[in-house]
């Protein structure tokens, strides 16, 4: 008889982890509080670490049909608008790790991974419904949902995002911490653009506590730009998504050079205006029990929520959920050693990430003396400081042993 899980989530990590544990063999059962899976958030970077997990799934041609593939890294000064550094992706990111590195809208990564839960006959979507607590003991794991009933599983996994009820439950350690930071994001029809604002590749703006991104999604028909500037966030953090003003992101671009306010301004036209997300986030992990104990497990940023100065929020999710659906699929273990096996082996490669997150957002947003060192090395050593070897090249898979 098969085992049964239960995933609270169907974000990008729920729907990871149900495939990756139906693929290890698992009956899955997830549950979704919105009525419908719906086109939320803008876009999404994912480096060749996180493409490998998507093509071992068999979604590779899902991925080149709705995704964009950036011909370089550009780093550029937000106040001169001077270049930096560049670093080469595209063919050479394969030739490097394998894969390439992708661009994508959030909605169209979701969607890809609903396709793929959907065609497995092991899964079960419940939506409008979600895990509220649980109990577990005697093998069993015991959840309440949102309808008041109960339902019996095998083991639990936590992929319920920053707010997460499983991760409360199971660590009691508070809300998330607030990091001063405001993304403002905007989605814009590339075609609506003048030629001289539309974009093939990643190009970052570093400026005194700031920074702004660009990059094609949805195959280059779109362009996504992100600028994070530190500020008072609204009092109610969990309604982290609505209309912002773009007098506020105006202010806050005073200075700036002006290719980049002219793209900044160019946006809503050809879009539908700036939204604010104010930025959460917790301290990187410090052991294995913080990803899982017993029957119950947390995955993506129910576990790791991390700042977006690695562009790894969604990669490690996925990662997550290749790694657990490993994990699950030894089953010559039983439950909660396999899921302190997942565990194990991904809260070391997480808790780096993290920490080099909060790391690069100080450098991206360095004023005075660190601000023109920082300038200074890009110049020097270009590509060398912007490729990361240890994380497009890695997984964590084989980080530790039980």
Not at 41 to 53: S, Y
Not at 56 to 67: C, F, H, I, S
Not at 151 to 171: P, Y
């Amino acid at each position: 008889m098969k085992k049964q899980v239960l995933v609270a989530g169907g974000g990008i990590g729920g729907l990871a982890a149900a495939l990756g544990a139906s693929r290890a063999g698992w009956d899955v059962r997830l549950y979704e509080r919105a009525a419908a899976f719906s086109e939320v958030g803008a876009g999404v970077q994912i480096g060749p670490n996180v493409v490998r997990r998507l093509q071992a799934w068999g979604l590779q041609q899902r991925l080149q049909a709705v995704a964009a593939f950036p011909t370089q890294l550009q780093v550029r000064c937000a106040l001169s608008g001077r270049e930096l550094a560049v670093l080469p992706l595209g063919a050479q990111a394969v030739q490097r790790y394998g894969a390439a590195y992708a661009t994508i809208h959030r909605a169209d990564l979701q969607a890809l991974l609903l396709a793929a839960v959907q065609e497995s006959a092991e899964v079960q979507l419940n939506l409008g419904l979600s895990i509220d607590g649980y109990t577990q003991g005697d093998g069993v794991v015991l959840v309440r949902t949102s309808a008041g009933k109960e339902v019996e599983g095998d083991a639990l996994i936590g992929a319920d995002g920053l707010w997460s009820r499983t991760r409360t439950q199971l660590l009691a350690d508070g809300p998330p911490r607030v990091t001063g930071h405001l993304a403002y994001r905007a989605l814009a029809r590339q075609g609506a653009l003048p030629k001289r604002l539309r974009t093939a590749q990643i190009t970052v703006w570093l400026g005194p506590r700031l920074h702004a991104v660009q990059y094609p999604v949805r195959g280059g028909a779109l362009q996504n730009l992100v600028v994070i500037v530190q500020g008072q966030p609204p009092e109610d953090l969990q309604n982290w998504d609505h209309s912002a003003n773009a007098s506020g992101l105006a202010q806050a671009l005073a200075g700036t050079c002006a290719a980049l306010q002219d793209v900044v301004r160019a946006a809503p036209g050809a879009g539908q205006g700036w939204r604010l997300w104010p930025l959460s986030d917790r301290p990187p992990l410090r052991s294995a029990a913080q990803m899982a104990q017993g029957l119950v497990a947390l995955l993506g940023d129910a576990a790791h929520p991390m700042r977006p100065y690695l562009a790894q929020g969604a990669g490690m999710a996925i990662e997550d959920a290749a790694q657990l659906q490993h994990a699950m699929a030894m089953h010559d273990l039983e439950v909660p050693l396999r899921l302190r096996r997942y565990a194990l082996n991904r809260w070391e490669r997480n808790a780096r990430v993290q920490a080099r997150s909060q790391r690069n957002g100080r450098i991206f947003h360095a004023t005075g003396l660190v601000r023109w060192g920082r300038d200074l090395s890009l110049r020097l050593l270009g590509a060398r400081l912007l490729d990361l070897p240890w994380l497009y090249r890695g997984d964590g898979s084989s980080a530790s042993l039980l």
